[in-house]
């Protein structure tokens, strides 16, 4: 923890290998995705860690408060917070209990949180913690029967009274339905309950919500903002199809906002999986992503919504120490919601969970992580950064095909103007077995269109020791870590920054990143 070995990046450049010629001028904008809407960075957080990330009205946790209003401030809206996850089909709801969660471990069901789940109405208390944030509360679809029409009669009129006005932003019911009757965990449906079933389930207790919610919080539906987030499935192949789901009446009722996938890359221990082989790859990312592709395209006409991805992050389970809570991984999230952005997902929800390992932030102290900010939210400053503010123009990305497996790039468009673009080196750099070495650098080269009017060229750094440094990360010369300011950003003196690059003659600009880094490129 807390080393301050900070790196002068310009100095330990050293020998540069030359990836292709982007010719800016023929990757038109009009390869670029759709406008993106508001909030593309966006969260998970799991049901259960909810309290420990968001704190209650007597303590409220104002790191985490913090985290998420510095990405507010660099996309021009905060993120939008999915409360949700596995623990969302566990817990049953206790109107006269005093805790706000009373969570039982089960190992054999999983080790990273609770399996038998209890909230009482001080849960509720979590979603006033947070400045300008909006939330998808997730209900339970999980339990059936009884128990689980007493969860949703007793959760409804605390959880829409919690959420009146700006804090409410959609609804979502059920947790990967497409895994219920296949889960490690014990499956909860029967082995006939295919999309036909979920769907008349799903509309029946949506049809339930919608009924009490007019009871307690009439104005949701006035204001039209009883709208779903859906299916929620954990990603393409599994025992439900998303495109069936749809055909056999999901939308039936006409109330889904949003085509809600999840997505990880692979899993936490999984054979073979490494940093270098399995995330800092963009092949691999390329994969996993183009999986949602038909979804997307096929969807995307029958129905006209925006798809997004409700959930996510590097590897199931969350996460492998080592790998998912490095900078390499960082380095993943931004190659991966840039290539999200770039072909058609509209929205991305970064995972969440306490003591989760691919977790951007850790928001307590707990027996086995340090609170603080971890690796990969640096990932999440720079693509939000790279995007920018998000309500302030139609802003669309374009992926500039590199031609490594190592190497990405990225365009921002505003308003079809070019205004930045992020440049992405993957090849592992491990400073504690190369600390003596000179860390060798690639150079990304881009050929500006002759109409382009750029007078002024900055670069922001996203830089650390190495792939595998967990701390001592920056973007841009500034450190959001919890033992500097409590998450707010401080400039180090420590790191370079403030730098300028020129246009050749030839309307061609050059940009050495070291190997394991990153960099925004401004037009100005
Ligand atoms: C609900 O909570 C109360 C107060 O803690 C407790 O006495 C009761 O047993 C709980 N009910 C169930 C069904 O667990
Ligand atoms: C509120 O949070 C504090 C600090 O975590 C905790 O001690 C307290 O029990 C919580 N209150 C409720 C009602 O859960
Ligand atoms: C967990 O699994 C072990 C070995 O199969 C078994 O002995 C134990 O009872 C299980 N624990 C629970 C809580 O089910
Ligand atoms: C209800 O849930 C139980 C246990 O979770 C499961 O075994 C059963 O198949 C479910 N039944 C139906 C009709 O969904
Ligand atoms: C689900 O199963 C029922 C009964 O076998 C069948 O009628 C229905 O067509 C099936 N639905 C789908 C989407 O396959
Ligand atoms: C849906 O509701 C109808 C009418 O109340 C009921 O007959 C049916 O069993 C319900 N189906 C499911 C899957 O909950
Ligand atoms: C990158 O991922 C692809 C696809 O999974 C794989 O074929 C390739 O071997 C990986 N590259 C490295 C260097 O591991
Ligand atoms: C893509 O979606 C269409 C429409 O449902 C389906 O017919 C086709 O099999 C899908 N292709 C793949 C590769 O999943
Ligand atoms: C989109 O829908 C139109 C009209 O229903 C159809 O002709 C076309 O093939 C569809 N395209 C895709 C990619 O599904
Ligand atoms: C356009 O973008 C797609 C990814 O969305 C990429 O595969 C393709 O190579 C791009 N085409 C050009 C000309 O850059
Ligand atoms: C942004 O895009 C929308 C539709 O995609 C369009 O109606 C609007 O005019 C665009 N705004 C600007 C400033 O280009
Ligand atoms: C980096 O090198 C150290 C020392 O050899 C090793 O223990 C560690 O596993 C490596 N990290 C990664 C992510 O490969």
Known sequence: ????????????????????????????????SQPLPASFVSFSIE??????????????????????QNLGKLQGSNPIIRVGGNTQDYATFNSTQTEALIGTFDFNRSK??????????????????WHNTSFIHGFNLGKNGTIGLDTLKGTVPSVCKALNGSKLAYWQLGNEPDLFKTSSQGPVRPSWWNETYYVEEWLNKTELIRSLIQQDCPEVIQDAKFQFYAPSFAG???SLNMIKAWQAGLNNDGNIAFIDSHNYIGGAT????????????????????????????????????????????????????????????????????????????????????????????????????????KAPYYGNIMVAS?????????????????????????????????????????REYNYTDNAEQTRPSETFSFQLPTDSHVKRIGIQRLMANGSDAITGITFDGYSYNYELNQGKPVLMTNVSRAETLGIGNDGILSIQVPWSSAAVINFY
Not at 349 to 354: A, D, E, K, L, V
Request: aromatic letters at 12%; glycine letters at 8%.
């Open 112 to 129: 990273d949180y609770p399996t038998t789940i209890s909230i009482g109405p001080a849960y509720f208390e979590s979603y006033d913690s």
């Open 386 to 426: 790279l995007l920018g503010d998000l309500t302030k123009g139609n802003t669309t990305i374009s992926d500039l095909e590199q031609d490594s497996t190592y190497n990405s790039a990225y365009a921002a468009y505003v308003n079809g103007q070019l205004r930045r673009i992020a440049v992405i080196q993957m």
């Open 236 to 238: 393409t192949g599994n």
């Open 270 to 373: 999984q054979p073979g999986v490494t940093l270098q082989g399995t995330l800092m790859n963009h092949t691999s990312t390329v994969l996993s992503v183009n999986k949602h592709l038909n979804e997307t395209a096929y969807l995307r006409n029958y129905t006209q919504l925006p798809y997004i991805l409700g959930e996510t992050n590097s590897l199931y389970n969350e996460g492998a120490p080592g790998l998912s809570n490095s900078f390499g991984a960082a380095l993943w999230g931004v190659d991966f919601n840039l290539y999200c952005a770039a072909t058609g997902i509209q929205r991305v929800h970064m995972h969440q969970g306490t003591d989760y390992r691919y977790a951007s932030w850790s928001p307590i102290q707990t027996a086995n992580t340090s609170i603080g900010t």
């Open 1 to 32: 923890m807390k080393s301050t070995s900070y790196i002068f990046l310009c100095l330990l450049v050293g020998f540069a290998k030359a990836a292709k010629l982007t010719n800016l001028a023929t990757s038109l904008s009009s390869n670029a």
């Open 47 to 68: 049901f259960s860690s909810f309290p420990d990330f968001a704190g209650n009205h007597s303590a409220p946790n104002t790191f985490s408060d913090t985290l998420l």
